[in-house]
């Protein structure tokens, strides 16, 4: 703090020399001048004095014969003068202050933490709906009703704090950590299994439910495979009763399955020309200034590099400068040549190869075709497979003496 105090009111290194300048020292001590940092050398001394008092040594310097030379200057007095003298420089520094000043009236930055099932767009959407956004003032900013909003808007928020940090708005949320439990309808028992496909039965183990197909039994598309109706039967073997259970069943089912693709025979390709036109803009939150242009070319692509100024980052206002670069191209016509168009489409085989191993399906034997046909070329195969089956579908009731749909 007193070195603080030293720099305010500024001071000076000055050389003391000549017939006494121990007795020049005492005069000094006598009437309450400070000196500091003294160093000798020789015959000559060096010591710090602060303005005002150096001001007041005439007198001292005549009585003693010594010589006060000064070789440095320190402080504010000294510095302000050079300072007024770059005007420019003060100019730029007094806009800076002031900007800085109106730059802490308002929210430039909005920062959510907590939050895992609700994601940041719909929280984004749901201040927006709260004219809640960066660049508002700081002063228009209701927090204690934000936070009754947060909970009134999101049941499963628990716990919400909004609060300010500077210019930024910062919200912290805790979520229901309970499983949330979901009333489901109650699903009556009895459920049938049926084909999806057509084909021959490979195999069947069944868990629940009575089988109406054997491993070699060829059915339809739709064809009930296990039955949930399981019937009790009397004495005399007549039916006395229907159980109904939820028909479980390993099936596997041999079938055709059929794949067909196209490629257009020609197709467009972007060349570039490597003409460009690169343009500069300014964005503040949401709004953009860049100088009004014409467009740059007939056909084109536009590349935006954006950077934040690290003042403004610090500062956590959101300044942006970019730069978007139209490059010019052209549409040029091509041909697939064959081995283009296989490789092509069999992308697209090997895509939906790899759909049916995800679903389980074994594939037995394959026939795979390309050709090209009118203005397209055409792949076609045909795959015999073996894929578990078995739909689940609801049971129709029967009560013994009359037949009931539910």
Not at 50 to 74: C, D, H, M, Q
Not at 80 to 109: E, H, T
Not at 263 to 288: A, C, M, N, S, V
Not at 328 to 357: D, G, H, P, T
Request: with cysteine; hydrophobic share 40%.
């Amino acid at each position: 703090m007193i070195e603080f105090l030293k720099y305010i009111r500024g001071y000076l290194r000055i050389r003391v020399s000549g017939f006494s300048p121990e007795r020049f020292m005492n005069l000094c001590s006598n009437k309450g001048i400070l000196l500091w940092q003294i160093v000798r050398e020789g015959d000559v001394y060096y010591m710090n004095i602060n303005l005002k008092s150096f001001r007041a040594l005439r007198p001292i310097v005549r009585k003693t014969g010594t010589k006060v030379a000064i070789l440095e200057r320190y402080g504010l007095p000294f510095f302000l003068p050079k300072l007024l003298k770059r005007k420019v420089f003060v100019a730029g520094l007094l806009l800076a202050v002031l900007f800085w000043m109106w730059s802490s009236l308002f929210i430039w930055n909005i920062e959510l933490s907590g939050n895992y099932r609700i994601t940041d767009d719909m929280f984004q959407s749901f201040l927006k709906e709260n004219n809640v956004t960066a660049g508002m003032k700081r002063k228009e900013l209701d927090i204690e009703n934000l936070e009754k909003e947060i909970r009134r808007r999101f049941p499963e928020i628990t716990w919400a704090s909004a609060r300010l940090s500077g210019t930024s708005l910062l919200i912290d949320i805790k979520e229901n950590d309970a499983p949330i439990i979901t009333e489901q309808e109650k699903k009556e028992a009895g459920s049938d299994l049926i084909s999806s496909h057509g084909g021959t039965v490979v195999s069947i183990i069944v868990r629940s439910g009575v089988p109406l197909v054997a491993a070699g039994d060829t059915v339809e598309a739709g064809d009930t495979l296990v039955e949930g109706r399981v019937p009790v039967y009397n004495d005399d073997a007549t039916v006395r009763e229907y159980i109904y259970v939820d028909a479980d069943a390993d099936i596997i089912l041999e079938h055709t399955r059929d794949f067909n693709a196209s490629l257009p025979l020609d197709y467009i390709k972007k060349e570039y020309t490597g003409r460009e036109k690169t343009r500069f803009y300014l964005r503040l939150g949401e709004h953009q200034w860049k100088i009004p242009e014409e467009r740059p070319f007939l056909v084109y692509d536009s590349v935006i590099r954006e950077s934040r100024p690290l003042l403004f980052e610090k500062l956590s206002i959101p300044v942006y400068k970019g730069s978007c670069t139209y490059r010019e191209y052209v549409n040029v016509e091509y041909k697939y040549s064959r081995e283009e168009a296989e490789a092509q489409l069999n992308e697209k085989l090997i895509a939906f190869l790899a759909s049916l191993e995800e679903k389980g399906v074994q594939i037995i034997e394959k026939d795979v075709k390309i050709e090209l046909g009118g203005k397209s070329w055409v792949i076609t195969g045909q795959f015999l497979v073996r894929e578990p089956v078995g739909d689940s579908v609801a049971t129709q009731k029967i009560i013994i003496g009359e037949t009931e749909n539910q």
